[in-house]
Structures are given as structure tokens and as C-alpha cells.
């Protein structure tokens, strides 16, 4: 008997400590979890960063390769498809344009999908190409 009574009493310790702990325990579950939704949102900033980045290395790739009488009216970017649409004073300026893409290291494979030339003397096109 006398090992059944330290049995229990031993047992309303580790259940008093439990008790005592179990705040704690929670605490610690939900910092956890705090940790990991910000780690989430971290990562998602990052990937944020790296749309912004790609923005801006577009809009400088294509401030360096559109030439002067070429004004692009619509821009379009669907995954890695890039749709442009814009006027051109002549039709060499497109043929121009479709070069430098050609030898750009950010943009490729560039296909007119038309090409027409309205009443006023502006060649409209459709381009599309891939970004790298």
C-alpha cells in the first residue's frame, strides 16, 4: 500500500507539472505557428521582389530595343508570352524592331502576328515573343 500511495502522489506531481507547464506549452504552439506564417509571408515578398524585378528589366530591355518610330499603345504579359501592340512610322521600323528583339538576351523568338497599314500611314502591328 505504502507504494500505491507514493504511486499516486507521484502521479499528482507530474499532473500538477503538466498543469503548470501546459501554458507555456500553448505559448510556445502558437509562436510556432506565428513563425511559420511569417516565414510564409516572407517568402512571398521575395517572390514579389522578383516580379518587380523582371518588370523593370522588361521596361529597360524594351527602352533600349524599340526604335525611334516605333510607339508602342499596349503591352501585354501573360507567363513568359509577351504581346505588343504599337504603331510604326514605317514598315522597316518593325522589321527593325523584330531584329533587335532577335539579338536581345532577355527577349526571343519574336513573331508578327499582323500587320496593317490604316489611312493614316501608320503600320499597326501585333508582336508576341518570350521573355527569357
Do not use: W
Not at 533600349?64 to 505588343?84: F, R, Y
Amino acid at each position: 500500500m505504502h507504494q500505491l500511495k507514493k504511486q499516486k502522489l507521484d502521479n499528482n506531481h507530474l499532473k500538477q507539472q503538466i498543469t503548470a507547464l501546459h501554458p507555456q506549452y500553448l505559448q510556445t504552439q502558437k509562436l510556432q505557428q506565428e513563425k511559420e506564417k511569417l516565414l510564409e509571408q516572407n517568402q512571398d515578398i521575395k517572390i514579389l521582389q522578383q516580379k518587380d524585378r523582371q518588370v523593370i528589366s522588361l521596361f529597360k530591355e524594351l527602352s533600349h530595343i524599340v526604335p525611334t518610330g516605333v510607339h508602342l499603345i499596349e503591352l501585354n504579359k501573360q507567363n513568359n508570352k509577351i504581346t505588343l501592340i504599337g504603331k510604326a512610322n514605317l514598315h522597316t521600323d518593325i522589321v527593325e524592331l523584330v531584329e533587335n528583339i532577335k539579338q536581345s538576351k532577355y527577349l526571343t523568338e519574336p513573331v508578327v502576328q499582323t500587320m496593317k497599314s490604316p489611312n493614316n500611314n501608320k503600320n499597326k502591328f501585333v508582336l508576341t515573343c518570350l521573355v527569357n
